[in-house]
């Protein structure tokens, strides 16, 4: 059978969607197609992510031109998500369909009697700057349930995560990769967000910094004055709707690790989808936009590349991907 491409300028935003459709019908007919993109499985059920099948494809990595500008994105970030460029993946991978949450890590710490971090916890402040506290995973400094994501997580932290989710399922499970995760957070759109790009109807998609999260932090004045979404800090997953793939929170309530090392444009990147394992790799690359941030920073194109690989702070956590 030839091999699908899904190439994004080409299709609708349903075209996920559309393609598991055909999926299912090959596999009717004969053709073994399991798992079939778009659906969602779970390899175990104390500790294990609820997983997405995302099908094989290509798609237009990065920023097109003027986004960033249109964006008001802070000129001093600019070009970090640059130039665009063409990535194909050959073969089916799955990614959690949520953050690991609480509940999820605290299996963990359990089943491996990780210890508490000894260094600090980043933490928006009330006057808008950033701080250290004594948080941690499950006391980061503010009210959070089970399935809230987990934060104050650092990259080695969610490494070892995946590398116990691999022993204890048998599967490769680790980070996903930056394009792996552009890919699945822009489920076949090419706008800067799979949801509405209207500040005022941005909160019934995503927990971002909105006027609930301005009114604990009031002298952050980049706060998106608009809207409310119901939250000041984490939301627990799930609270709003999915994108077009069937993954949640791809662009709010907390930025993700990726497996990619520190570079500061994407000249020289992979085009396969794999990790981009050069570079300063002291320091991994997050994506998504989190609870604090305004409407320029929850772009599926928007990366920050300098955190280094100890850093925790309560606005990053993280979600797995499992090779097929």
Known sequence: MNEMRFGVRLVSTTGFALLAAIT?????????QTPAPGTSFRDCSNGCPEMVVVPQGRFT????????????????????????????????????????TRDEYGQFVAETHRPDPADSCISPSPAGTFIETNGNWHSPGFPQTGRDPVVCVSWDDAEAYASWLSAKTGHVYRLPTEAEWEYAARAGTTTARYFSDNPAEVCRYTNVGDLDYSEQHPGDSGANRGCRDGYAFTSPVGSFPPNQLGVYDMLGDVMDWTEDCSNANYNGAPADGTAWLTGDCSRRVLRGGSWDMDLSGARSANRRIRSLT???????????????
């Open 24 to 32: 299912g019908a090959l596999m009717m007919v004969g053709c073994p």
């Open 61 to 100: 990595m990065g920023a097109p031109r003027g986004e960033e500008e249109r964006e008001n994105w802070p000129a001093e970030r600019r070009g970090y998500s640059v130039p665009q460029h063409l990535v194909t993946f050959r073969h089916k991978f799955a990614i959690a369909k949520f953050d690991v």
């Open 310 to 324: 100890s850093h925790r702070n309560t606005t990053l956590g993280f979600r797995v991907a499992r090779t097929l």
